[in-house]
């Protein structure tokens, strides 16, 4: 048996952070060293990075709507000084540049905002996202400097006009600002950043600053955030995993990560840091994927992204931000390329135009699995984030002894005096971890002792979950259950649970002994087994004191579909494969099936159907109309560039723009009647080759560095254009003797054809909006 022997709950320090709001705002947000409160309750906000100036602002709302589907209650976003101040004194706000927009979308949206507002900011940007001119400067950046100082009181003092009337005390949504990013070694400059942004008129109750790589914090002046990822496009070019990422995958007191970022320090960070005792454990870079870099192009699956996330829970996170949760594009309309590059001096050449970063939401709004394996998590939060924000982390008495173990199970648990949460991680990328076989789990919380299940189970390979101990269900409560609870909504005036069960173990749930059910089969110490969970197991219980509760139990396939919303003020939860989007009124999916199933559980008035389980089901019909492009050949042969290096670790560089001279190019004509309407059409491209670019009426529109998926391109915002001209593809094949990695299950296509430079496939794919009401 696994045992944990959890320490007496300590309070938090509090008082000792110049944080949170007047005492009389309408609003209160406040933090102390455990967690932060949102109107008077603890709060876990579930955080989610979208660059609004990277992305067309015809399609903010879309976008928000999408986060906000997928649980996301705090959006956070970089400003790049570079889009806005692109030449000295010539301020930009215009267009997908406007911040105030943006700011005032996410409100109206019901979601708060968390401003990165630099300077220095990085997110892959030129110059980390200094404007150009600012190196013709006196000056020593990232500085006290007064020289450096001064135009950055002019930025902050346009971004505070700008946003004039959107801080929280306003009224506004902005919530948070963090300064500057991954500044190692000069709190002072951190405190004079604060100190300068809030003289200029910034204001937020959260002040943060990156605290990674052993940074040193000024004392209490902002908060430290924390980041890991699944894997690190910043790494070398060599074969296997990017071994610090292996740290994310085991819960750890350790906030620190020293990878992010280390390939932009001149040496190895020391021991040390932040006093984690004084602050919450707050994080801003859950990698919901990795960008591709030339010389080194991770695959991140689902799977990867929604255990690291769990790890983290695990592990005592009260405020989950994942970077980035929607990919975007780089600026095309600046007098430079603006991504990160061998040119501008970094270590890593990134794709001129693509940063779809395999995020949930993809560069071009395309919904990713890993969407809805968070989805779920979040609704796992949006239940139980109160509770477990002030919930410590307690780890068992064994652990696995390095991060090369795969035989010690991993999991710990959550537990602030009451209730507690019991998280189990069996997943990490490239290395599967074993099954664990006979697992039982026996936790002490003070004077309680708590052993579960009442049998063994086997823990898959594959699963992470979160298990309750003393869960209540109205006034019944559980000693503990083996599934994890995501909802409790009040249907009918009987108190509720969702659960949704692990793959491979069977759902169990600890009642009272005496208890009395209807659905299920019980055992005379209380233990109610659902031999098969699904839209149909409903478990209603009786306990000896005559209190009900009732149990809905769905099967794993069943959770990846499971989303709650609340329909003319019905808390309302639905199995459905694609996101479904309130607006005010009206409620959509968007498909590219012909026909899609949306269950409702309770169904609302306007809907009907027929029975689906517990669930009302109804179908919806989209236009199945097909199209396909006309692919035509210009120049088969192609002439592979010199393989070549470049940057402070002569890492592989990518192709030059001269070097596609020479590339293979096709042209793909699309229909007309294809691109009718508003809806996405993706452009999906199978080739062979090293990387390849599209343009569209002569200019560059999208890139790509071949990692194995296929190529997607959104038509919708060239949609005139591609009526018109079709689009131009232009692929360059593989140098030879250049040091690139992918990932191994796809490298074998990579190595496969040296010199091939081929389009060997092209579908349209319609992502059609259907209206449910």
């Known amino acids: 048996m696994l045992s944990l022997h959890a320490h007496d709950p300590v309070p938090p320090p509090t008082g000792h952070l110049p944080m949170g709001t007047a005492l009389d705002d309408p609003r209160p947000v406040g933090v102390d060293g455990r967690a932060l409160s949102r109107d008077g309750r603890p709060w876990l906000p579930v955080m989610g990075e979208f660059h609004f100036s990277r992305f067309p602002d015809a399609l903010w709302r879309r976008e928000l709507l999408l986060m906000r589907a997928g649980g996301i209650d705090l959006v956070a976003t970089y400003l790049f000084w570079n889009h806005h101040e692109e030449v000295r004194g010539r301020w930009r706000f215009d267009g997908d540049r406007d911040v105030r927009r943006f700011v005032a979308l996410c409100g109206e949206l019901g979601l708060a905002v968390s401003l990165r507002i630099g300077p220095w900011s990085h997110g892959e940007c030129r110059n980390g996202g200094f404007p150009d001119w600012l190196s013709d400067v006196d000056c020593v950046p990232r500085t006290d400097d007064p020289a450096y100082l001064a135009p950055v009181r002019s930025y902050y003092g346009a971004i505070a006009e700008r946003l004039a009337g959107s801080w929280w005390a306003d009224g506004g949504p902005v919530v948070a600002v963090q300064v500057e990013n991954e500044l190692y070694d000069r709190p002072d400059h951190l405190a004079t950043l604060r100190a300068l942004a809030r003289e200029v008129g910034i204001d937020a109750p959260l002040w943060t600053a990156t605290g990674w790589g052993a940074t040193r914090l000024p004392p209490d002046v902002v908060l430290p955030v924390y980041g890991g990822y699944p894997e690190a496009f910043w790494e070398d070019a060599s074969d296997g995993w990017a071994r610090e990422a292996r740290r994310h995958y085991f819960p750890t007191p350790i906030r620190d990560d020293h990878a992010i970022g280390a390939d932009l320090r001149?040496?190895?960070?020391?021991?040390?840091?932040?006093?984690?005792?004084?602050?919450?454990?707050?994080?801003?870079?859950?990698?919901?994927?990795?960008?591709?870099?030339?010389?080194?192009?991770?695959?991140?699956?689902?799977?990867?992204?929604?255990?690291?996330?769990?790890?983290?829970?695990?592990?005592?996170?009260?405020?989950?931000?994942?970077?980035?949760?929607?990919?975007?594009?780089?600026?095309?309309?600046?007098?430079?390329?603006?991504?990160?590059?061998?040119?501008?001096?970094?270590?890593?050449?990134?794709?001129?135009?693509?940063?779809?970063?395999?995020?949930?939401?993809?560069?071009?709004?395309?919904?990713?699995?890993?969407?809805?394996?968070?989805?779920?998590?979040?609704?796992?939060?949006?239940?139980?984030?109160?509770?477990?924000?002030?919930?410590?982390?307690?780890?068992?008495?064994?652990?696995?002894?390095?991060?090369?173990?795969?035989?010690?199970?991993?999991?710990?648990?959550?537990?602030?005096?009451?209730?507690?949460?019991?998280?189990?991680?069996?997943?990490?990328?490239?290395?599967?971890l074993p099954d664990h076989h006979d697992v039982r789990f026996e936790v002490v919380l003070g004077d309680r002792t708590v052993r579960l299940p009442d049998e063994g189970v086997t823990v898959p390979s594959g699963a992470h979950f979160a298990w309750p101990i003393g869960y209540r269900v109205g006034s019944v409560e559980l000693a503990w259950a083996c599934a994890t609870p995501v909802a409790r909504p009040a249907w009918d005036g009987v108190p509720t649970a969702v659960f949704v069960a692990t793959a491979g173990i069977t759902p169990r749930f600890a009642f009272p002994v005496g208890t009395r059910v209807d659905g299920a089969r019980i055992d005379d110490q209380g233990v109610v087994t659902v031999a098969a969970p699904g839209p149909d197991a409903v478990v209603t219980a009786t306990a000896p004191d005559g209190a009900t509760a009732r149990l809905l139990v769905l099967d794993e396939a069943s959770g990846s579909r499971l989303q709650r919303l609340t329909v003319a003020g019905v808390d309302t939860v639905v199995l459905c494969d694609e996101p479904v989007v309130v607006d005010g009124d009206s409620a959509w999916v968007e498909t590219t099936r012909n026909h899609l199933d949306v269950s409702f559980l309770p169904a609302p008035d306007r809907v009907t159907g027929e029975p689906h389980g517990e669930f009302r089901r109804v179908r919806l019909t989209a236009d199945g109309t097909r199209h396909e492009p006309v692919v035509r050949a210009e120049r088969v042969g192609a002439k592979a560039p010199p393989a070549r290096t470049g940057g402070p670790r002569r890492r592989a560089s990518a192709p030059l723009d001269e070097d596609f001279e020479h590339a293979a190019v096709f042209h793909v004509e699309v229909p007309a009647e294809a691109l009718r309407g508003d809806d996405e059409v993706l452009l999906v491209l199978g080739y062979t080759g090293d990387v390849a670019r599209a343009h569209v009426g002569g200019r560059l529109v999208a890139d790509h560095f071949w990692h194995g998926p296929e190529w997607e391109i959104g038509l919708r915002r060239f949609a005139d254009e591609v009526a018109a001209d079709g689009v131009e593809i232009r692929v360059l094949p593989r140098p030879a003797g250049s040091a690139v990695y992918v990932d191994p299950a796809v490298r074998r296509r990579y190595e496969a054809a040296p010199g091939t430079a081929s389009l060997d496939s092209a579908r349209l794919v319609r992502r059609t909006r259907v209206e449910l009401w």
């Open 266 to 432: 001149a040496t190895a960070p020391a021991a040390g840091g932040p006093d984690d005792t004084r602050h919450p454990y707050a994080t801003c870079e859950l990698g919901g994927g990795m960008a591709i870099a030339y010389h080194r192009r991770p695959l991140v699956p689902a799977a990867d992204v929604s255990a690291l996330a769990l790890t983290k829970l695990a592990s005592g996170s009260v405020w989950q931000g994942y970077y980035l949760y929607h990919g975007c594009s780089q600026r095309l309309d600046l007098a430079t390329p603006n991504q990160e590059s061998h040119a501008t001096g970094y270590p890593n050449d990134l794709p001129v135009v693509d940063y779809d970063f395999q995020a949930p939401l993809g560069a071009y709004g395309q919904v990713r699995p890993s969407f809805a394996a968070l989805r779920l998590q979040h609704l796992f939060l949006r239940d139980n984030g109160a509770e477990l924000a002030r919930a410590g982390a307690h780890f068992p008495d064994v652990r696995p002894p390095g991060l090369d173990d795969r035989a010690v199970p991993r999991w710990s648990v959550r537990w602030g005096g009451a209730g507690a949460f019991l998280f189990v991680n069996n997943h990490q990328p490239h290395e599967p």
